[in-house]
């Protein structure tokens, strides 16, 4: 099965033998690249990062421009309409990468699924709608697509981890839009299961705090074996 994301995406390796990955989805306008260098800096022997690009698409919230985006945004706000479509479309194609590397040796509960702002999003919607159990999603300075289907739109895996960080100036996705969506994923998942952060002085970026979060939810839901 070709997989499209996967051709061009960057993949960072640890040292040893790969027993886990980590997919990580980028924000708007943005490419596997940025991410992968972060990534770097909390990098497991045993965790594979793997980096897709999102295609170039004309993006409605910036006039029409062609930029790299996972699906087309009309608004940043709960009640903005949304690309039904696009959302279900990008994620058929981030659990395309799911498949391939349970074909090759890595099972989906030994990946965890992550993105920041548009990317986490995405990896929110893809994990909360996949027939698979993941090992957890990372969703930093974002929130859940189409909320409204949830939770019937859930594939009923209410056992998944879920790290949601946010920086409490973000003034693109406000912090309380993630607040919102903590209290959403409540009915979906376990409310044990979702653990939600903020960072005081933190915009809609990421800082060495966040990541050490991060690293300490991937060290704990995908140990060496």
């Given at each position: 099965m070709s997989v499209p994301l996967l051709a061009e995406a960057v993949t960072v390796s640890?040292?040893?033998k790969q027993t886990a990955a980590v997919i990580f989805l980028h924000g708007l306008g943005d490419s596997g690249h940025g991410w992968a260098d972060t990534l770097t800096g909390i990098q497991l022997p045993h965790v594979k990062f793997i980096?897709?690009?999102?295609?170039?698409?004309?993006v409605?919230?910036?006039?029409?421009s062609m930029m790299p985006a996972w699906f087309d945004l009309m608004g940043l706000s709960p009640d903005s309409p949304e690309d039904e479509s696009g959302i279900k479309k990008a994620a058929e194609s981030i659990k395309a990468i799911i498949e391939h590397e349970a074909?090759?040796?890595i099972p989906p509960n030994r990946i965890i699924l992550g993105g920041f702002s548009q990317g986490g999003a995405l990896s929110l919607y893809t994990a909360l709608t996949c027939q698979h159990?993941?090992?957890?999603?990372?969703?930093?300075?974002?929130?859940?697509p189409l909320h409204r289907s949830f939770p019937s739109a859930s594939s009923g895996n209410k056992n998944l981890p879920i790290l949601q960080c946010h920086g409490e100036i973000d003034v693109m996705i406000p912090v309380?839009?993630?607040a919102m969506?903590?209290?959403?994923?409540?009915?979906?998942?376990n409310p044990q299961m979702i653990s939600f952060k903020t960072y005081p002085g933190l915009s809609h970026s990421s800082c060495p705090q966040e990541m050490a979060a991060v690293k300490e939810f991937i060290e704990k839901h995908l140990p060496r074996i």
């Open positions: 640890g040292g040893e980096c897709p690009h999102a295609p170039p698409i004309p409605t919230l910036n006039m029409k074909k090759n040796g159990q993941l090992a957890g999603v990372v969703a930093l300075s974002c929130w859940l309380q839009f993630g969506t903590a209290e959403k994923l409540k009915y979906i998942v």
